[in-house]
Structure formats: C-alpha cells, structure tokens
C-alpha cells in the first residue's frame, strides 16, 4: 500500500508565477489536509478536504491560496502570484473516513517551494 | 483554541544518555496527543500516540503518558542512539479543532557518539 504522495517534491518559482502542489493520498483514504512548515517552524494547518468538499479552511491566507479535492485524481494546492513569504515546506497528510475527529494522519514527503 | 507548548531546543546528547522532551498543551474536551519525528528532508512519521489520559504510548524505544492533570505529553527514552537525531513535534487533534492537528513548535535533537 503505498503511501501518501506528493509531487513535484522540489518548485522553483519567480515571483508572480503560480504554483500548483498536488497530493495523492493513500489508497482508501478519503480526508486530506494540508499544512505549511516555515523555515525553523512547527507545522501550521492550512485546509481540511474531503472528496469536493472543502471542511476546513481557517488557516489558509485570504487571498491567493485555493485547494480543491476532486471526486477523480489528486488534491492541489494552488498558490497565485507566488511571493518570497511562500517560500516553505508543504505537506499533506491523509487520514480514512470515520467519525472519530482524532484518527491518525499519515503524512507525504512534502513539496519544497522556493520563490526567487 | 487548542495549543501545544513544547521545550526550547536544541538538544545535544551522548549516545546512551536518557532523554527527555517536554510538551506542554492547552485544549477543551479530550484530545489526542501524538509525537511525531522528521528526519532531514523527509515528512512526519508518527512516533507514538495516546487517546485518553493515562494512556502511555511506546515506540523504538520512546515512550510518552497522556497527563490530563498536568496537561503533559512528555517523551522520553532512556538510551538515545546516533540515528534518533531529528526533529520531533508533540501535536494534539480533537477537542475544538475537529480533523486537524495542532503542533508544537519542533524540538531539534543532536545524539554525538
């Protein structure tokens, strides 16, 4: 059973650009959550997804930072107009459904994003 | 909200030393307490884990009890080896932040042989 996925694992962006982080999550998995680690930093939450919907999403910024979870493919965390402030780790981590709120989260190898 | 207070790093041990890492946390209702361990380069791994006071989790060597008196989530092992140096975070799920976790800032730990 492979784990969670994350591609790509290093992005080089220029200021303005967008970036797109995707994460495949284990198999049988249906709950995503992103999280963003700053340079000497603890993790931070960003957003909690499930298929289509969007559960979560009090710590991701107000403008910029959109994340979806299709009923198909992988879940993207899309950053408009990149600043050097984004530069950072994200991860993504995946839990199956239930309907305790304290299952454990099994996190991907990250997306290191550097922004010139 | 929920939060997670862990000890100031980093720590640097000899091998065979004992260690321990405090982590302190703040939340309503009854939360889980997890450790969790990044090596450089690579995402979290879950160390360990306790869903009700009391509860001790154990791992390769680490343990942690779940105080609920003392709001404490404390890892421990009593013989640190060159491979345990990484980075290790005491997170919190449940309580009010239903799904996500809420983590410490990270403790760095250093073992010399």
């Known amino acids: 059973n492979a784990g969670v996925m994350q591609n790509p694992r290093h992005l080089v962006r220029r200021r303005g650009q967008e970036a797109r982080l995707r994460c495949s999550p284990m198999?049988?998995?249906?709950?995503v959550y992103w999280y963003r680690q700053l340079p000497e930093e603890g993790l931070k939450f960003m957003v909690y997804?499930?298929?289509?919907?969007?559960?979560?999403e009090s710590g991701m910024p107000k403008e910029r930072f959109s994340a979806e979870f299709p009923k198909e493919g992988p879940s993207i965390l899309r950053i408009q107009q990149v600043v050097r402030g984004d530069s950072a780790a994200y991860f993504c981590a995946s839990s199956p459904p239930s309907s305790s709120s304290n299952n454990e989260q099994f996190f991907g190898p990250g997306t290191r994003l550097t922004v010139l | 909200g929920n939060s997670v207070t862990q000890m100031e790093g980093p720590v640097t041990l000899s091998e065979e030393a004992f260690l321990t890492i405090n982590c302190t946390y703040t939340?309503?209702?009854?939360?889980?307490l997890f450790w969790y361990v990044q090596y450089p380069g690579e995402g979290l791994q879950l160390l360990l884990k306790?869903?009700?006071?009391?509860d001790k989790g154990s791992n390769k060597g680490f343990e942690a009890t779940y105080r609920k008196e003392t709001t404490s989530f404390h890892l421990e092992k009593g013989s640190v080896q060159v491979s345990d140096s990484a980075v290790y975070f005491c997170a919190l799920a449940g309580g009010t932040s239903y799904g996500k976790l809420t983590f410490g800032q990270g403790t760095i730990l250093t073992v010399h042989p």
């Open positions: 306790a869903t009700k006071a009391d």
């Open positions: 939340a309503t209702g009854y939360p889980s």
């Open positions: 198999k049988g998995h249906s709950h």
């Open positions: 997804l499930q298929k289509e919907n969007i559960i979560d």
